[in-house]
């Protein structure tokens, strides 16, 4: 494997552990009610958004978004894409080693799922950078947006905004 593809293999996985963590404690810290504990994972949760921030500081010269005015979106979809490519390689992977009959089938499952979600996010950046060319980047648009963005949905009205 190549130095980039190692690089970018690594860095999309550690992303996809910081996003499930902070997903995870942010739930937690909404469910349980002992202040104490709530005060320990929320402080858990800050320190995840750090490593969001080093593990998309790296991915970001991997993927340069080549549409003005879309920069935000399509270096997120780059690393949907990246993701939910990831997920379908690790589930056919599981499947294969599964001895369980209904382990294997629901990972198929999996794959043939995950398959499906990395041809919606292809064709949505195929539609971006057909729809808009050769427009010139603004690098660094993205920077320190990371987790607070993801976290309070503005994606998904972006994402809603933009296919309507
Ligand atoms: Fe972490
Ligand atoms: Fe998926």
Known sequence: MKLADINRKNWTETLSLE??????????????????????????????????DIAQKHLLPEFEPKVKGFQTILFFLYLNLEFERFANKSYAGFAREAEDP???????????????????????IEQIEWQFPGSDNLPGMWLGIGFWFISEGRCNGAMRKMQS
């Open 19 to 52: 996003w499930s963590a902070t997903y995870r404690y942010k739930m937690q810290t909404a469910i349980f009610n002992n202040p104490r504990i709530v005060a320990i994972i929320d402080g858990i949760m800050r320190n995840e958004s750090d490593h969001i």
């Open 102 to 124: 209904r382990s294997k089938e629901d990972f198929l499952r999996l794959v043939k799922s995950e398959g499906g979600h990395a041809k919606i996010f292809r064709e949505m």
